[in-house]
T-cell receptor, first 115, second 112 residues
Framework: GAVVSQHPSWVICKSGTSVKIECRSL??????MFWYRQFPKQSLMLMAT?????????EQGVEKDKFLINHASLTLSTLTVTSAHPEDSSFYIC???????????FGPGTRLTVT | DQQVKQNSPSLSVQEGRISILNCDYT??????FLWYKKYPAEGPTFLIS?????DKNEDGRFTVFLNKSAKHLSLHIVPSQPGDSAVYFC???????????FGKGTSLLVTP
């Protein structure tokens, strides 16, 4: 149980375009989903927290107009990187938790490369 | 400001021996602690957790110890296996909402 999927697993896009990453909880309802970013040999950096049906809460320094998060259902959250630049290239990971447990279950991550 | 610290970036242990990974935290409001295991280019996998009302939690080969007065926790893996080689992240939460604060990770290498 507690499986989280992400799609795509990797994506290459041109500078200036937008990319959407999907995060799905496959076997449970996720009341809260989180989006993280990881740079090489760095820790996971929390970007934003989203609750189903509510606006996402962004961490300090994360541009909400650039990283659009939608959590329209209890099993799906999306992260859209708008007007991507090469510095947005990174490994993006989502996680989800239920209302009952504190543990977060992570997706496999999405490698974004902006050329 | 790093509220969760893993001061050892790497650790090498022989197969069959005990691996001890350490983690320190600074925020006394944290009341829930977790360990995750991560392979390259994959998402972290939840291993074990402990709440602040306990000082020990055991699950198979994995045991987490919590010393609240020292703001320190550790993960013990006994016996260590080559498949345990990965990066281990310590995480803490409870100060605000359900977001977790992660350490920078410790890379464990278990040699045959």
């Amino acid at each position: 149980g507690a499986v989280v999927s992400q799609h795509p697993s990797w994506v290459i896009c041109k500078s200036g375009t937008s990319v959407k990453i999907e995060c799905r909880s496959l076997d449970f309802q996720a009341t809260t989903m989180f989006w993280y970013r990881q740079f090489p040999k760095q820790s996971l950096m929390l970007m934003a927290t989203s609750n189903e049906g509510s606006k996402a809460t962004y961490e300090q320094g994360v541009e909400k107009d650039k990283f659009l998060i939608n959590h329209a259902s209890l099993t799906l959250s999306t992260l859209t990187v708008t007007s991507a630049h090469p510095e947005d290239s990174s490994f993006y990971i989502c996680s989800a938790r239920t209302a009952l447990l504190y543990e977060q279950y992570f997706g496999p991550g999405t490698r974004l490369t902006v050329t | 400001d790093q509220q969760v610290k893993q001061n050892s970036p790497s650790l090498s242990v022989q197969e069959g021996r005990i691996s001890i990974l350490n983690c320190d935290y600074t925020n006394s409001m944290f009341d829930y602690f977790l360990w995750y295991k991560k392979y390259p280019a994959e998402g972290p996998t939840f291993l074990i957790s402990i709440s602040s009302i306990k000082d020990k939690n055991e699950d198979g080969r994995f045991t987490v110890f919590l010393n609240k007065s020292a703001k320190h926790l550790s993960l013990h893996i006994v016996p260590s296996q080559p498949g345990d080689s990965a990066v281990y992240f310590c995480a803490a939460g409870g100060d605000s909402g359900y977001a977790l604060n992660f350490g920078k990770g410790t890379s464990l290498l278990v040699t045959p």
